[in-house]
């Protein structure tokens, strides 16, 4: 148990979401349980965390969780285990929120993505179907979100430029969907910033430079493509050329990364599947779903695909979040750090003990 790496998750304490302040101590090491010295209040280590009030044991659900991530189906874990379906269920979900949380903490930073490609999948769910959309960085096969919306519509697609906008660093990019027309006013709309002036009224918005789309369109004939064209809607063709080159090496312009990352989600993800009797009950389970086998796959998977970089390379360590592959252990046990405190607003002049608070956990951020 080391304190100086975790931090208080009481939302009114003034050291809420810091390390390494000194502000955390052990308070009973038996139970596993630290204890805040800013607010002197006592908080499990399992504090945000899969295994939080958890009655099964931690080695359990670490042996099932890969499972359920590589698509091993939750009759035969019930067989195997002898466990409820419903205590599947429940970590199925749990892990799957806390495959959210990590994601939106370490992947979501801005960062130089180079090149990116999207697209949409068709999933079946009872009573109907619903669609959910992918992006992925080419050069690190780091998943960078996806979408999960039953019309394939465009804020489907807002929603997961969204993302790659809170991914991506004010650098040179280059975007490659596929042909749906959704995307184009999607991307036009949504990387923009505003340009504040100081005068009244909502600015206006300012569309992000070296932003490069080309899309690649594939035609079908009875279930086979026949032709594939490759449109470039915004830059120049020196300058895509550039970046795919800086991206994938050698080649063309082509949907094969995203692909590869489609078939995995299908893989391991039954109602993904082109043609099986898995139906999804409801659009949460698909997030969860989602969310689960993209952290397994960025953070735990060394991928064939990064050989070229080393061995036992995960698209995590490619993308520089993590200097080691993770185990499942480590993803489900990772304790995502809540907001910083916030001084309360209020009129009048503030206390001196408020005062104090705020120069000794505010600093910079006050």
């Known amino acids: 148990m080391d304190p100086t790496t975790t931090c208080c998750p009481n939302r009114t304490c003034p050291a809420r979401g810091q390390t390494g302040q000194g502000n955390s101590g052990i308070h009973a090491r038996k139970e596993q349980r630290f204890i805040c010295h800013a607010c002197q209040k006592p908080f499990s280590a399992r504090k945000g965390t899969v295994f939080y009030r958890l009655r099964t044991s931690a080695e359990t659900v670490v042996i099932v969780v890969p499972w359920l991530a590589h698509g091993c189906p939750r009759h035969a874990i019930v067989a195997a285990f002898g466990c409820d379906e419903r205590t599947i269920a429940a970590w199925w979900a749990r892990s799957g929120r806390q495959g959210q949380a990590v994601h939106e903490s370490l992947v979501e930073p801005p960062r130089d993505l180079g090149q990116v490609q999207a697209e949409e999948i068709r999933v079946k769910k009872q009573g109907g179907t619903v669609w959910m959309a992918l992006a992925l960085m080419v050069k690190t096969r780091w998943w960078l979100g996806g979408e999960v919306s039953e019309p394939c519509a465009l804020p489907l697609i807002r929603r997961l430029i969204a993302h790659v906008k809170r991914c991506a660093a004010r650098r040179p990019l280059l975007i490659c969907p596929d042909g749906l027309v959704s995307y184009i006013r999607a991307m036009r709309e949504t990387l923009r910033d505003p340009m504040h002036t100081g005068q009244g009224g909502r600015p206006r918005r300012r569309p992000w430079r070296h932003v490069l789309i080309a899309q690649v369109i594939k035609r079908y004939e009875r279930r086979r493509g026949v032709e594939t064209e490759r449109r470039l809607v915004d830059g120049t063709p ?62 735990c998977t060394p991928p064939a695909r990064l050989a070229h970089a080393g061995r036992g390379i995960t698209p995590a360590m490619a993308a520089g979040i993590t200097d080691h592959g993770w185990s499942v252990r480590d993803l489900l046990s990772f304790q995502v750090p809540p907001p910083r405190w916030t001084p309360p607003t209020q009129r009048g002049r503030p206390s001196q003990a408020l005062k104090r608070l705020i120069e000794r956990w505010c600093g910079d951020h006050g």
Not at 268 to 288: I, K, N, V, W
């Open 238 to 299: 020196a300058r895509v050329e550039t970046l795919r080159r800086r991206a994938q090496g050698d080649g063309v312009i082509n949907t094969a990364y995203r692909e590869r990352l489609n078939a995995t989600f299908r893989e391991r993800f039954a109602p993904l599947a082109r043609r099986c009797r898995a139906r999804a009950h409801h659009t949460l389970t698909l997030q969860q779903g989602l969310y689960l086998i993209g952290t397994v796959d960025n953070f």
